[in-house]
């Protein structure tokens, strides 16, 4: 059974840094393009970083460029986020998913992800 697991989430301050974690089960995600969604109350799902399994890159959207990073541990077959310079936007349940995908890059799709986690809360707030 694949399964996907986040944790890392929390409350924290404006500026403030956290980092998820995903951990991925009954598969390698060595094949697999990895990306973080989140969902705000009342509003749609949004995608948020992306790493490609074929060349590694990585993709963000425009709203945590700079101040999200994406990165992936194969060994441990893992993928983080890391969360700088949080502010009151960010707040949301964050969900990984994955997509076996090596003959191009992620795409900041969530259609194109056919296995999710249940989700993570991040809060940030003063």
């Known amino acids: 059974q694949l399964q996907l697991v986040e944790s890392g989430g929390g409350s924290v301050q404006p500026g403030g840094s956290l980092r998820l974690s995903c951990v991925a089960s009954g598969f390698r995600i060595d094949k697999y393009a990895i990306g973080w969604f989140r969902q705000a109350p009342g509003k749609e799902r949004e995608a948020v970083a992306c790493h490609s399994a074929n060349d590694g890159t990585t993709k963000y959207s425009d709203s945590v460029k700079g101040r999200f990073t994406i990165a992936r541990d194969n060994d441990m077959n893992t993928v983080y986020l890391q969360m700088d310079s949080l502010n009151p936007e960010d707040t949301a349940v964050y969900s990984c998913?994955?997509?076996?995908?090596?003959?191009?890059?992620?795409?900041?799709?969530?259609?194109?992800?056919?296995?999710w986690g249940q989700g993570t809360q991040v809060t940030v707030s003063s």
């Open positions: 998913a994955s997509e076996f995908l090596l003959i191009r890059q992620c795409v900041l799709l969530d259609w194109e992800y056919d296995t």
